[in-house]
């Protein structure tokens, strides 16, 4: 079975930090890139950041770069998302997905709560 499990969510004040992590089981985590996602009531999920398994390299939305870090630990088959200089508008509920040609798994999201 595949497993995807998210956490490291809470509340924080506006400028603190938090580091959401993603235990992948159940694939082989070299075979898959892996991403974060967020979502709002009411609004799409949306793409954050994503690390690569090819060559580890890595991509950010617009709103969190410079601000958010993303590194995968494949001895321990998880991807690490830092989150640092956090404002409201980064409330959301964060996703972890893993992708490949295979397919693509989605994990339950973490909850993040930035308070202004």
């Known amino acids: 079975e595949v497993q995807l499990q998210a956490s490291g969510g809470g509340l924080v004040q506006a400028g603190g930090s938090l580091r959401l992590s993603c235990v992948v089981s159940?694939?082989?985590?070299?075979?898959?890139?892996i991403g974060w996602f967020r979502q709002v009531p009411g609004k799409e999920r949306e793409g954050v950041s994503c690390?690569?398994?090819?060559?580890?390299?890595?991509n950010f939305a617009d709103s969190v770069k410079g601000r958010f870090t993303i590194a995968r630990d494949n001895a321990k088959n998880t991807v690490y998302l830092q989150m640092n200089s956090l404002k409201p508008e980064d409330t959301a509920v964060y996703y972890c997905?893993?992708?490949?040609?295979?397919?693509?798994?989605w994990g339950k999201g973490t909850q993040v709560t930035v308070s202004s």
């Open positions: 159940g694939i082989s985590f070299d075979d898959y890139a």
């Open positions: 997905n893993a992708g490949s040609k295979v397919g693509i798994f």
């Open positions: 690390i690569r398994n090819s060559d580890g390299s890595t």
